[in-house]
């Protein structure tokens, strides 16, 4: 029986979100601090969901990183694969609050500083899916990393997985990123993306139609694609096409890490054996659960229950 339910592989940061909502940037007086970057928040909503996570992701010998590892082990995430940067300090982004779509500034550091050291064999046979972003694959020595560990993580049988958060911002070199991509999705992982992520990613609008031929033939057999407010499509090459709408949320009070909530909640689902329907249903609760709040998910909730009613 293997015990760890998911590796998450990637970013940790500290999101300084704004106080003030739907203000941009240069506007924003005030900004409030919280653990972030989506492999770090699919580790700590899976442990509140009481599946075994762990971290795999570097921070800096610093205040933050200080931050960084109380924050993870307050959520009983497994902070045993963290590595500490005596060089380099925090990666932070500050973000606006938004109802739709935040605008972020990035300060990357310590963030792409992963090894494979980080990450021993062992601890792959023990996992059932291996987990990470197009944020953590943008740059090197990480990107090496996770290509090299995902490729292992294959060939020991976990299911893999990939959030394709592409932004310019991050990674300039589009056609580099789609190599990258491309080489993932060669090893079948669950694939999440948005309709932003995909504008961004193609510089363009593209049907969804095209968004499914294009990662199908990349060799991913699942792919979520979400929409907002107009619900989410799963393309699965057996299984066919599913949508649901979205939920209806009348106060929204901030998107960020609201994808990395429904992504949790898929993985969660199909841990769990759960149908695509099924899986599209949880996800889409959790996210609108994270809709409703600032930061983390809120505290004092039975979260299988309410996902599974």
């Known amino acids: 029986m293997k015990s760890i339910d998911i590796i998450s592989i990637g970013e940790v940061l500290i999101d300084f979100i704004g106080h003030e909502i739907n203000t941009s940037i240069n506007r924003t007086k005030d900004y409030h601090r919280f653990l972030g ?7 700590v909503n899976a442990s509140r969901l009481g599946l075994n996570a762990i971290l795999v992701a570097s921070c800096g010998q610093d205040g933050l990183g200080d931050y960084v590892i109380r924050k993870l082990k307050t959520n009983n995430v497994n902070t ?3 590595r500490k940067s005596e060089t380099t300090p925090t990666s932070v982004i500050f973000v606006s609050k938004s109802t739709e779509t935040p605008d972020f500034i990035p300060y990357r550091q310590a963030d792409c500083e992963i090894f494979e050291s980080q990450l021993p064999d062992d601890v792959l046979v023990d996992a059932k899916i291996f987990h990470t972003t197009c944020f953590a694959l943008s740059k090197n020595p990480a990107r090496d990393t996770i290509i090299n560990r995902a490729k292992k993580a294959k060939e020991l049988g976990l299911k893999l997985s990939i959030d394709i958060n592409f932004s310019e911002r991050i990674w300039p070199d589009r056609e580099e990123a789609k190599e990258v991509i491309k080489e993932y999705l060669s090893y079948d992982p669950l694939v999440k993306l948005s309709e932003d992520d995909c504008y961004r990613l193609f510089s363009s609008v593209k049907s ?21 407010k107009n619900g989410v499509v799963v393309s ?3 299984q066919g096409l599913f949508f649901q709408k979205a939920i209806p949320i009348e106060d929204v009070k901030d998107t960020t890490g609201a994808g990395d909530a429904f992504w949790t909640g898929f993985l969660y689902a199909q841990l769990h054996h759960k149908t695509i329907d099924q899986s599209m249903t949880i996800a889409q609760k959790l996210a609108a659960m994270k809709l409703q709040n600032v930061g983390r998910l809120p505290d004092g909730i039975d979260f299988k229950e309410y996902l599974n009613q």
Do not use: M, Q, R, W
Not at 37 to 43: D, E, F, I, L, R
């Open 208 to 228: 969804e139609e095209f968004i499914f031929e294009y990662f199908h033939s990349l060799g991913a057999n699942t792919i979520c694609l979400t929409k907002g």
């Open 37 to 43: 970057g989506s492999p770090t928040n699919v580790a």
């Open 80 to 82: 045993n694969y963290i």
């Open 236 to 238: 699965d090459v057996t």
